[in-house]
């Protein structure tokens, strides 16, 4: 059965700190793995990685995919209160379909 | 300008009730998804639509019916509503099929909560 994985399951750090989520997957026809971020309401969108090795940068937010050893990170620098939320990570299959992993609660103190 | 939009955002009803949910999209893309999301964040996908054509029915009871009268739009109707319905239902909708420019934009979300 297709799988996603994340983590840790919940993360506190302050401000500033450097942050690693971890996101691994068993996915049936893999594609491609999405990174969104989910505050109060719907998930948007960060990243899609398709190819191992190539590092994706959005300012302080970078991803990265290995799919020999089937998983993804997101790094987070210079972490500020208005990065916490719960960050999801999708793997995509060819059956037209995404299998969420069951997030990273992120809790950034001031 | 609202990409994904649901109507409505709260749905408080009683067990055995029927509802529907509404979702529209005015991104022009061609697949659109129903996901649930329960108390603990687990996002878990019921549905896709391609070019109004049902291509994943996840394993979900039957009471749940789907139904895309066009490519901008795909609705979901329930019937006997129980307890275990309780969750976030979010719609989402993306340029193609899966594996190709695939990002997914998400709605605001249906909060449906049965007594």
């Known amino acids: 059965e297709d799988k996603v994985v994340q983590s840790p399951l919940s993360l506190v750090v302050h401000e500033g700190d450097t942050v690693t989520l971890n996101c691994s997957y068993e996915?049936?026809?893999?594609?491609?793995l999405l990174w969104y971020k989910q505050e109060k309401k719907a998930p948007t969108f960060l990243f899609m990685l398709?190819?191992?090795?190539i590092e994706k940068k959005s300012g302080r937010l970078s991803s990265i995919l290995d799919k020999k050893e089937l998983f993804s990170i997101l790094n987070i620098t210079a972490t500020q209160t208005g990065d916490s939320a719960v960050y999801l990570c999708a793997g995509s299959s060819g059956t037209y379909k995404y299998i969420f992993g069951t997030g990273t609660r992120l809790k950034v103190l001031a | 300008d609202t990409a994904v939009s649901q109507t409505p955002k709260y749905l408080v009803t009683q067990m055995g009730n029927d509802k529907s949910i509404k979702c529209e999209q005015n991104l022009g893309h061609d697949t659109m998804y129903w996901y649930k999301q329960d108390s603990k964040k687990f996002l878990k996908i019921m549905f896709s639509y391609n070019n109004k054509e049902l291509i994943i029915n996840e394993t979900v009871p039957n009471r749940f019916s789907p139904k895309s009268p066009d490519k901008a739009h795909l609705n979901l109707h329930i019937n006997s509503l129980e307890l275990g319905d309780s969750a976030v239902y979010f719609c989402?909708?993306?340029?193609?099929?899966?594996?190709?420019?695939?990002?997914?934009?998400f709605g605001p979300g249906t909060r449906l909560t049965v007594l």
């Open positions: 996915v049936t026809n893999f594609r491609s």
């Open positions: 989402a909708s993306s340029r193609g099929r899966t594996g190709v420019d695939n990002e997914q934009f």
């Open positions: 398709t190819s191992s090795g």
